[in-house]
């Protein structure tokens, strides 16, 4: 920021000089520089762009210091581009990427056409890669003019290999050779240390060799790459002396590097067993986040597991590494695993205890396939836990589907189960929660039907019977469940009312048919309507004859006189317990 600060500063140093005639007229206050409007620069795209290549470290000399803050200070506004220029080339050959980057956008500001020319995104590539942003280097460094000029692919080599793809970094190669060769012994490093990693993750740990051959022996970030390049051949003595001797002296990241190393010697070596290298690699990556050894730790440790058969480590570690890093074309085939080892630990028959199945799934629910095989996944694991009566662990695993998977009208199926789910556990709230969220213009008739039945139930559980009769306003059989409110409230005037025109027809009268017609017969009794009781059991007596209930419906519809209070109760528990409103009725009583 100070860098910018003084540019901006800088920028407005000519423009606001005063004239000669006004020198003895008193000075107006001046407004801090940084917020002086900049003089219009001319453009320097174009002199930029005629000016030599850079093709090799060379190139990135310039004034630094201060120096380079005398010249910004006393440039003119023609000469201020070119020496912003000169200072930031100067940074980059410093290695001092965050200030180059700072200086390189502000040229950009007075000139956007700057991202046009080559020597331009080279320096920014270089800037980004010294930055450790390699992604935007490397799109930086893509323009077809920078293709094959040595320095550029020597950036775009060593960030290629700081993000992981190695075999492109590696066919940058030799284009890179002659400006990395041209360098001083000193400034080779980098290079060279990507060029040899990047060598040794292909699989040509021999070549890499020979190039660390050129580094002291006591160089840590040298002696890991050693290490790496002796384990590729199997050397598994000579890795582990190189990773011991690194962990000894280097910096924090090449320790962590190390120590992975030594980890995969005991593995290569079978002196460690998997179980035990997998703990080691928790352990290491519990103090090690992020980067290539964490992704490293991670790929051995998914590889490892999946040799184990142990689906909980290999579910954690595989999510991780599809979770945080870009693993490219191993993505596709990594995640097809995954899904299939979900999959099977799902299964009825995978013999994985249902709450820990559970479990995996909801820790790995975006794993799970997409469309229509990821939905019957999560509904066949959601039917297990409502069989066996977990309906609040089914409602939070449908819910995620509802809410980050279902689309448009897929919804409205989904948002009934998620609701019914709900009320089952108790959780009426939620049931109405989930409703709401899912409520769209394109449902179908009967889509918002069912929805409308299941927001009644939710409103009545949480007592609001009047908004819950509301809300059945239109729905074809809403009088059904209006009358299975009234019965469980014993309002019986009303369930007379709702229950009088949807009474069975007196033939065949199943579970379902005899409970409406109980309940209405105790509702009549209820309400002294003697006079309606004679002629339910005018209508019903001959198709109750035979049944089960056949005493109580005789006992219920007797003259009311007559009626035995010692078995009226018993009349009543007769009444079978088939909702006549069907799974609706039930949802009414359930979750009190």
């Not at 020198?23 to 001046?30: D, E, I, K, L, Y």
């Not at 003019?145 to 075999?167: F, I, K, T, V, Y």
């Not at 929660?433 to 069912?450: G, K």
């Amino acid at each position: 920021m100070r860098t910018l600060f003084l540019l901006l500063a800088a920028g407005a140093t000519t423009a606001t000089a005063p004239a000669a005639h006004d020198a003895a007229q008193p000075a107006a206050p001046s407004a801090p520089a940084a917020t002086i409007p900049s003089a219009a620069l001319p453009r320097f795209a174009a002199q930029l762009a005629q000016m030599p290549s850079i093709t090799g470290g060379e190139g990135w000399s310039g004034v630094t210091g201060t120096e380079a803050w005398h010249q910004l200070a006393t440039a003119t506004s023609d000469q201020r581009q070119l020496v912003r220029w000169n200072y930031a080339k100067g940074l980059i050959g410093s290695d001092r990427g965050a200030e180059a980057l700072g200086v390189l956008e502000v040229m950009r500001l007075s000139d956007k056409d700057l991202a046009l020319v080559a020597p331009y995104q080279l320096a920014r590539g270089a800037a980004l890669t010294l930055l450790g942003r390699d992604a935007e280097a490397v799109e930086s460094l893509a323009a077809p003019e920078l293709a094959s000029n040595p320095e550029a692919c020597a950036w775009r080599m060593r960030a290629l290999a700081h993000s992981g793809n190695a075999a492109e970094a590696v066919g940058q190669i030799n284009c890179a050779r002659i400006a990395i060769n041209a360098r001083a012994p000193r400034y080779r490093v980098p290079f060279m240390l990507a060029a040899a990693g990047a060598a040794i993750e292909v699989g040509q740990p021999q070549p890499a060799l020979q190039w660390l051959g050129l580094f002291s022996d006591q160089n840590p970030e040298a002696n890991l790459l050693r290490g790496r390049a002796l384990l590729a051949q199997n050397d598994l003595p000579g890795a582990r002396l190189r990773f011991e001797r690194a962990v000894l002296s280097g910096s924090q990241d090449v320790k962590a590097a190390a120590r992975l190393g030594m980890i995969e010697v005991g593995v290569n070596g079978h002196s460690v067993n998997p179980a035990e290298a997998i703990k080691q690699l928790d352990a290491l990556r519990f103090g090690w986040r992020g980067g290539p050894v964490e992704q490293r730790a991670l790929t051995i440790e998914y590889g490892l597991a999946k040799d184990q058969k142990d689906l909980r480590a290999e579910l954690k570690s595989g999510a991780t590494l599809l979770r945080y890093f870009k693993l490219g074309a191993q993505a596709g085939p990594m995640l097809a695993e995954l899904q299939q080892s979900l999959s099977a630990v799902l299964a009825p028959d995978s013999g994985v205890p249902l709450p820990e199945a559970a479990g995996l799934y909801w820790d790995y629910r975006e794993l799970a396939p997409s469309g229509g095989d990821g939905d019957v996944l999560a509904n066949r694991l959601a039917d297990r836990l409502q069989a066996a009566g977990l309906y609040a662990r089914a409602a939070e695993l449908l819910q995620y589907q509802l809410t980050q998977r279902a689309q448009d009208v897929a919804q409205g199926p989904l948002s009934v189960r998620v609701a019914s789910l709900q009320i089952l556990a108790g959780r009426p709230d939620l049931a109405l929660t989930a409703l709401q969220t899912t409520e769209q213009p394109s449902y179908s008739d009967q889509m918002r039907w069912d929805r409308k039945r299941m927001e009644a139930v939710a409103l009545h559980r949480l007592g609001k019977d009047d908004a819950a009769a509301a809300a059945l306003d239109g729905v074809p059989d809403g009088a059904a469940v209006r009358a299975e409110i009234h019965w469980r409230t014993q309002d019986w005037g009303s369930f007379v009312t709702e229950s009088e025109a949807s009474l069975p027809a007196a033939k065949a009268l199943g579970a379902p048919q005899q409970a409406a017609v109980l309940r209405y017969a105790v509702a009549l009794a209820m309400l002294n309507r003697e006079d309606k009781l004679k002629g339910l059991r005018a209508r019903y007596a001959p198709a109750f004859k035979g049944l089960p209930s056949a005493a109580a419906f005789d006992m219920l519809t007797a003259s009311i006189d007559k009626i035995d209070p010692a078995r009226l109760d018993a009349a009543i528990a007769a009444i079978p317990e088939a909702s006549p409103a069907g799974a609706i009725g039930d949802l009414l009583d359930a979750g009190g």
